[in-house]
């Protein structure tokens, strides 16, 4: 046979001392290594669990079952042991290195698949994390925007109004030049009848350069006032008509400083030309030249005069036609405005009488819903009535209950401190045993030394009899003699000549007569004690081995 190559003592020792061996610190590499011994150690090694031995109370506790005839048969053992294995799955016999083993890779498996699980559930508190901190940005950036949108919304109005407060600058502004315009107008109308205020003005005003000015003005006005007001178009709304006046008096406003500033500039430029052609003419005056410059005044002033009379009805004419187009611009804003107005107004009631239809629908529906909701109600309280109706009904009857129940507890707790107070079941057993314990294990027990002593005493009498009826036997065969001495002749009557035989005769007859009475005594104190036990006191412990509830009517009918 071959040796153990792979068994040393570092794996033998412990698998001995797992079984139970004291090795006393030897070493088995001897049995180890020889042949004899080998193969048997090798089978006890492969074959053999230490989980399986016993321990002291194992043993002890193996050998009562053996005693008491209980261990199972090895087909029962393995049913249980399957029904185990079915009822608890996974359970790792004592032995079952393969279970074991199984067990230990799917605990490793499971603490494996837990990691796992953390670490997804630590990811997902982090993206919650990542979440709740986008959020937080959004929000922010939304209460960003909403404050932005707010301002915007206020820099807008302020816009507007600015807007507003600029218009009526150019409109007051505009009104101011028409007023200038007006006074040039009215002094040059008041230098037509004052001959030297008109010499002056002929003089030194650029009539010329003004007439000039003046029909560039008016056509670049009626240039403007065609384009912007004659040729607009049916359907501009009031924002296009305000935007165009707007644009209309800043064209105006403009002109109009334009052709202030250029009159102004000729007729400085005139005036000092005069001057200076005064100063150079003064000096070397001749009378031709005197008479040509009368004619050429006379000329002058007839060719002012009817330029006067053209640009008075030229001046008519422009100012009923600009007061004739600003009255049809207002008339057009104002009607453009009322029709946009009427427009919305229709608008408004178009929407109103769809909202007024949807209000008559949801009214009807409203009502309809109201209408099934109060017969759905009336239904609830209808059914409320009949529920109020059963559950007054069924708190009557559980009311009932509670109250007898309430008595029959009542009456139990009375017997129970009755019980507590008389205690005749105590009492009884006091007076059957013989004792007077306050706790009721006490009386078991003494019970049980009362059976132990009467199998005893039983056991001891049995004996006692048997050792009797051989001593009987004893002395029958001994007293063989005696009685053939004492019953002699063919009559087998005792000897009456004999006084030693008359004298134990009468002894005899008077034990006899004595046991007799002792009977007679007994019975009658037996049956005076049954006649007088009426509530069967006697078998109160009897019943309560046997039949507690015989013994609880019997203590109830002792109570009643």
Not at 538 to 544: A, E, G, I, P
Request: charged share 30%; glycine share 2%.
């Amino acid at each position: 046979m071959d040796n153990i190559d792979d068994i040393r003592d570092e794996d033998f020792i412990p698998f001995l001392h797992g079984l139970g061996v004291e090795t006393y610190k030897k070493s088995f590499e001897w049995m180890l290594n020889d042949s004899d011994f080998s193969g048997v150690l090798q089978w006890i090694y492969n074959n053999l669990d230490h989980n399986n031995a016993l321990t002291a109370r194992e043993e002890c506790r193996y050998a009562e079952l053996q005693k008491k005839g209980k261990l199972l048969s090895p087909d029962n053992l393995e049913t249980q042991i399957l029904s185990i294995q079915n009822d608890f799955e996974g359970l790792v016999l004592a032995g079952d290195l393969d279970s074991l083993e199984d067990a230990k890779l799917d605990i490793i498996r499971q603490k494996e698949k837990l990691a796992m699980l953390q670490m997804h559930e630590d990811m997902i508190n982090e993206m919650i994390a990542q979440d709740e901190s986008t959020k937080e940005d959004l929000t922010l950036d939304i209460a960003r925007l909403e404050t932005v949108q707010k301002q915007c919304n206020l820099d807008v109005n302020t816009v507007s109004e600015q807007c507003l407060q600029l218009a009526e600058e150019v409109e007051n502004i505009t009104s101011s030049v028409m007023n200038v315009i007006a006074d040039v107008l009215n002094v040059y109308g008041s230098s037509i009848n004052d001959k030297e205020l008109s010499q002056q003005f002929f003089t030194f005003g650029p009539l010329e350069s003004y007439r000039q000015t003046q029909s560039l003005f008016k056509s670049h006005f009626d240039l403007y006032t065609n384009k912007k007001f004659n040729d607009r178009q049916t359907d501009a709304n009031e924002d296009d008509l305000r935007t165009a006046l707007i644009e209309a008096k800043d064209m105006e406003e403009r002109l109009s400083d334009a052709v202030c500033t250029y009159i102004e500039s000729k007729a400085e430029l005139s005036g000092e030309l005069a001057k200076l052609m005064l100063v150079s003419n003064y000096s070397h005056v001749h009378s031709s030249d005197i008479t040509v410059c009368s004619l050429e005044a006379q000329s002058a002033i007839s060719l002012l005069e009817q330029e006067e009379c053209i640009l008075e009805q030229q001046l008519l004419s422009t100012v009923k036609l600009y007061s004739e187009a600003r009255t049809r611009l207002a008339v057009s804003t104002s009607t453009t405005s009322a029709m946009m107005i009427r427009r919305q107004i229709y608008k408004d009631l178009s929407y109103l009488v769809d909202v007024c239809q949807q209000a008559v629908t949801l009214d009807r529906l409203v009502y309809y819903a109201l209408r099934r909701e109060l017969r759905t109600m009336e239904d609830v309280m209808q059914f409320a009535a009949h529920l109020r109706l059963y559950v007054i009904q069924e708190r009557e009857i559980v009311a009932d209950r509670i109250k007898s129940m309430t008595d029959i507890c009542t009456e139990q707790e009375n017997v129970e401190r009755n019980l507590q107070k008389s205690n005749i079941l105590l009492q009884s057993l006091s007076s059957i045993l013989g004792v007077n314990y306050t706790d009721v294990s006490l009386y078991a027990k003494t019970y049980n030394e009362i059976m132990s002593r009467g199998n005893q005493l039983k056991e001891n009498i049995t004996e006692q009899y048997k050792r009797k009826e051989n001593d009987l036997m004893q002395y029958k065969n001994s007293s063989a003699h005696l009685r053939s001495y004492i019953y002699d002749g063919c009559t087998k009557q005792p000897n009456c000549n004999n006084t030693i035989v008359s004298a134990m005769r009468h002894r005899l007859t008077q034990d006899r007569d004595a046991v007799d009475e002792r009977i007679v005594e007994t019975s009658v104190l037996f049956n005076d004690v049954k006649k007088n036990d009426k509530n069967n006191l006697r078998k109160l412990w009897q019943w309560f081995l046997t039949d507690q509830s015989k013994l609880l009517a019997t203590i109830k009918n002792i109570r009643g």
